[in-house]
């Protein structure tokens, strides 16, 4: 993989990403010191200067062209496995900045192509707790051909697409199995000249070890002991487990104390629903003969309504005819009394009077 970094090394010996203070970089001073740590191949271990750089992130806001740009970059970079593990387990056991959090979005997507991740059968991440998921992964695995090429590769992608911001102990069964089937040998416990692996308190420090053995340059099987720590975290379940069936002992002889009143109670009710059937039926009988009265008074009111109705409304046509009538013939009149060469106005005068006391036996007040 090659970046055009001619010009960027001189300004990398005056400016450190990292160490220069708490202020963020622009963006295209971060995709610059991005570039030349991916480029450069002097370093011991280029996967911490690169992770570095990305978990101290920009100043601006981060827009989608921006993680294209970056992913871009790093998918093609030779260590992108190891540092996708280092992501995840910041991700999964840390706090993320922002711009990790999205990026493993794409870095999740990636690996599950890489690793060919089963994806139409179960989703990458879920809190869902769903049994047939964990089978379809135990079949995935088993069914990997690592003992034919030991792809380190596949190995650290499949880590990444099976662990989750909340694990579960069916995830740590599925770690577990995924580092059996990569031959990872298991030291005894009675070996105590030799320096222990620390041993985890939750699944989180266990996602952190294995993550860090993962993301190591050289993955070597006979330096990692994890049988103390898979030991503890089943021992752990275990006694979890025992104290839930004590529990639930315990809860079963006091609801069966309760199942033997309930069932006196619910002979009792028993009897007691016979007679309620037989007024039930008593009462539905009932019912339907108001309901067939009821509608034959409503069939009753609807014919006195629709008459009522009908009367009104010639009646009230028969006033709207006399209205318009009698002020038609007022309003002519006194239109004739007014256009003339000498008006009556006594006349018109008393044709508005007419029709001012009409509209006052009509309720109406001028």
């Known amino acids: 993989m090659k970046f055009d970094s001619s010009n960027s090394r001189d300004r990398l010996k005056t400016e450190d990403p990292v160490k220069k203070g708490k202020e963020k970089p622009t963006y295209s001073d971060f995709i610059l010191h991005l570039n030349n740590a991916l480029s450069n191949t002097k370093a011991k271990d280029p996967v911490g200067p690169v992770h570095k750089i990305m978990k101290r992130g920009f100043q601006e806001t981060i827009f989608p062209y921006h993680l294209e740009e970056i992913t871009r970059n790093i998918f093609l970079w030779e260590s992108f496995s190891r540092l996708a593990v280092k992501l995840a387990i910041e991700v999964n056991t840390g706090r993320p900045s922002g711009l990790i959090r999205r990026l493993m979005i794409s870095i999740r997507q990636e690996a599950a192509r890489r690793s060919a991740f089963p994806l139409e059968q179960v989703p990458l991440v879920t809190n869902v707790p769903n049994s047939e998921r964990w089978d379809i992964l135990e079949k995935w695995i088993r069914s990997s051909s690592w003992e034919e090429n030991h792809d380190t590769h596949w190995l650290r992608y499949a880590f990444i697409c099976i662990t989750s911001e909340n694990p579960t102990f069916e995830e740590f069964l599925i770690i577990n199995l995924l580092l059996e089937k990569c031959c990872i040998k298991k030291k005894k416990e009675t070996d105590t000249k030799k320096k222990k692996a620390i041993e985890p308190k939750n699944y989180q420090t266990f996602l952190k070890q294995v993550g860090g053995f993962l993301a190591a340059k050289k993955i070597v099987t006979s330096k990692i002991n994890f ?140």
């Open 227 to 366: 049988g103390m720590d898979i030991h503890r975290i089943l021992k752990d379940k275990f006694i979890k487990l025992r104290l839930n069936l004590d529990t639930v002992e315990r809860d079963l002889l006091r609801e069966k104390g309760r199942s033997s009143e309930l069932q006196k109670q619910l002979d009792e009710t028993h009897k007691d629903l016979q007679g309620y059937l037989e007024d039930i039926s008593r009462l539905k009988k009932e019912i339907g003969e108001k309901d067939k009265a009821l509608d034959e008074e409503k069939n009753r009111f609807n014919s006195l309504e629709e008459h009522w109705r009908r009367k009104v409304e010639r009646e009230l046509n028969g006033q709207a005819y006399d209205f318009k009538r009698f002020f038609e013939h007022e309003v002519r009149e006194a239109r004739l009394c007014l256009n003339r060469e000498s008006p009556n106005i006594e006349m018109a005068l008393s044709r508005i009077k007419n029709m001012e006391e009409r509209l006052n036996k009509m309720g109406v007040t001028l």
